[in-house]
């Protein structure tokens, strides 16, 4: 299976989770050192890494096919790379707008784009796309852009889901609370504490909390689940 931003966070523990049970992975990121980073986390045979620019379809044409030499099939994908700054409305310029659609969510349309022909012809595919509860609700402190990438996703998903339902694909997308990667660490703590004390089982969640929905949803237990969006936060957000 292929995970775009596989190298760190919530792609390297789905990553670690996969190899666990048992799949071959690619880990897809622009960072060099975090790939060869995570290569060596992961110690294993069965995972190789391919610096791609997800906003870019010829760089995602060309990770693909890579993954198709080394493997010979694509069963899963898993979309995860994404940016998140924090911005206040009036302060997201045209560039910053499109640079966050172009990685969070075009990047995930693109990758879809490359290996549904693949899933197609073997008729089995599992895509999974990591959203977010900002997707849901909006943010609080996370830009606008970033909600709306996120939202765009889940919509995305539904698309795939009823339209390649029919070729044994399904398509489901992952909606976490905020999670403790190194993306956050950055954060503001005043900011996480604030968010802390709104999810009812009390913490953020961890990456290896999003790994196993994903992991669930790559699974043969999930075969009969299209179009689903699976909340992991911890109580965050009821609906």
Not at 12 to 23: D, T
Not at 60 to 72: K, L, M, P, Q, S
Not at 189 to 195: G, Y
Request: net charge negative; hydrophobic share 50%; charged share 20%.
């Amino acid at each position: 299976g292929i995970v775009t931003g596989g190298a760190k966070g919530i792609g390297l523990a789905i990553c670690k989770r996969f190899i666990e049970e048992g799949a071959k992975v690619v880990i897809v990121d622009i960072d060099q050192s975090a790939c060869a980073k995570a290569v060596e986390i992961l110690g294993s045979e069965n995972a190789m890494a391919i610096l791609a620019d997800v906003s870019s379809y010829n760089s995602v044409e060309e990770a693909v096919r890579r993954t198709i030499e080394c493997f010979g099939k694509i069963e899963i994908l898993v979309n995860n790379a994404g940016i998140c700054p924090l911005q206040p409305f009036e302060e997201i310029s045209e560039l910053d707008w499109d640079k966050v659609l172009n990685i969070n969510l075009k990047g995930a349309f693109l990758f879809c784009k490359a290996v549904l022909p693949y899933m197609k012809n073997q008729n089995y595919g599992r895509i999974i796309n990591i959203s977010s509860v900002a997707g849901k609700m909006g943010g609080l402190f996370v830009g606008a852009h970033y909600a709306a990438s996120k939202a765009g996703l889940i919509a995305l998903t539904m698309c795939i889901a009823r339209q390649y339902a029919r070729f044994g694909i399904t398509a489901n997308v992952i909606c976490p609370a905020t999670t403790l990667t190194p993306m956050t660490a950055e954060w503001p703590a005043k900011f996480l504490e604030e968010l802390q004390k709104q999810i009812p089982l009390g913490r953020l969640a961890y990456p290896e909390d999003v790994a196993a929905a994903a992991a669930f949803l790559a699974s043969d237990d999930a075969a009969f689940i299209t179009g689903e969006v699976l909340d992991v936060n911890g109580g965050f957000l009821m609906d």
